[in-house]
């Protein structure tokens, strides 16, 4: 059974302000005095930040991809023509990988 801690954070910014909606009013408010009245906040190391900005950065470059890369259909296309493709072993390696994919 996976841990809150095994899974991937969500990519998905509208997840937060549904957990939000689903709040009841009181819960999304709490009052506080005191020292405990204080915002809580939080500070990220250099390193932290760092990552978060290389994060950033590779999501928006992954999503400025094109989702067909027509430079390796070419260079597969070319491949195939060539007969690389046109073995037992390649075919194997192929299967394989299908069924391993499939869970299989």
Known sequence: MPRIHDLPPSS????????????????????????????????????????????????????????VREDRVAQARARLEAGEYDSEGVRRQIADRLLEQFGL
Not at 38 to 62: C, F, K, N
């Open 12 to 67: 998905d910014p509208r997840r937060a302000e549904r957990s939000e909606a689903r709040r009841p009013e009181h819960a999304a408010r709490p009052e506080r005095s005191g020292e405990a009245a204080r915002a809580d906040s939080v500070e990220l190391s250099e390193e932290g930040r760092q990552v978060q900005d290389l994060r950033g950065r590779l999501t928006e470059a992954a999503r400025a991809m094109p989702e």
